[in-house]
């Protein structure tokens, strides 16, 4: 993600952000801008904008609840803005725990959706589009200890995600449990929209048989594949293949992950980008490990050059999180084949 500014004071930004901690300007994002914004009062009640050339806007209704700083034009009927109009169903707020896990869920929802409409992808909402639009449902488990659970999945536009996963606890116990190197938020929403978009750009477009060179034949049984994945180690060269080993499981997962990780790339190098980070590691002949990360991955030309800037770039920040003690900030090995698969979802995303 870009840095952003205060157009006030000049003062750096997070996309979470709300008020400006150097002028005290109250802030809120722009969609249609892309742009977090500086913002006034304006003379009806509403706020002028200052990044937008003072366009006027109103707060999203659910700033109310502290999950939200994106905003609505003043012009508009809607009372929320572009990334809460998703939502078709949010955590029980009579749980105390869940107000904070809503805010949690919501920060990597708006990420996610961050990047999904800087790639200009088909974003239609269930309002906009009830058989195939996009719809999130943010649902607790049911009190019984014996009842029924809820599994983070996706089914025809409806991504589900399991309000526990908000918890950091209880997502490290399950990311350990399952012998997983990573599990956040922002990558349950990142391959959930993965499984989203193989609907609506792979499926019914004509572009199945490439999809099945590159990924295999999604026609095989997938509640049989999940089963023996569960059952039995990954095959022991799935490195070389995929880039997880989940990744293994079934054609549709296989590309649910690449997809996610296509979207770590894509955000992590934009953010990059913005700093005008530089990898030229000493001693200084190691080149293949050199990378100025001086353009907008948005609009790269292929895979190549997303991945000439990547690979540098995520072994200095492993070498950053190493030492501070923490894990690495990308535990995975792109292979060649999995790199092919995420050429892919490049030209997939570009067409």
Known sequence: MRVFTC????????????????????????????????????????????????????FCKNRESGVCNWMVPAESSEAFCAACRYNQTIPDLSVPENAERWRRLEAAKHRLLYTLMRLHLPLANRQEDPKHGL????LNDAPDPHGQRVMTGHDNGIITLAVKEADDAERESIRTRMGEPYRTLLGHFRHESGHHFWDLL???????????????????????ALKAHYNSPPPVDWQQRFVSAY????????FAETWAHYLHIIDTLETAQSFGIKVQPRPWRVTEQTATIDFDPHDAADIDQLIGAWLPLSFAVNSLNRSMGQADFYPFL????AIGKLGYVHDLVHS
Do not use: M
Request: hydrophobic content about 35%; charged content about 20%; glycine content about 8%.
């Open 202 to 224: 792979v499926r019914n477009t004509g572009k199945l048989d490439s999809f099945r060179a590159a990924f295999g034949d999604e026609r095989q049984d997938y509640a049989a």
């Open 334 to 337: 792109l292979s060649q084949l």
């Open 7 to 58: 157009q006030a004071c000049g003062q750096l930004l997070y996309f979470e952000n709300v008020r400006c901690e150097n002028c005290g300007h109250a802030l809120g994002y722009l969609p249609d801008w892309a742009l977090i914004s500086a913002i006034e009062p304006s003379q009806n009640g509403q706020w002028d904008a200052l990044g937008a050339n003072n366009h006027e806007y109103r």
């Open 135 to 138: 719809a999130f449902n943010f």
């Open 247 to 254: 990744a293994s499981a079934h054609p549709w997962e296989d």
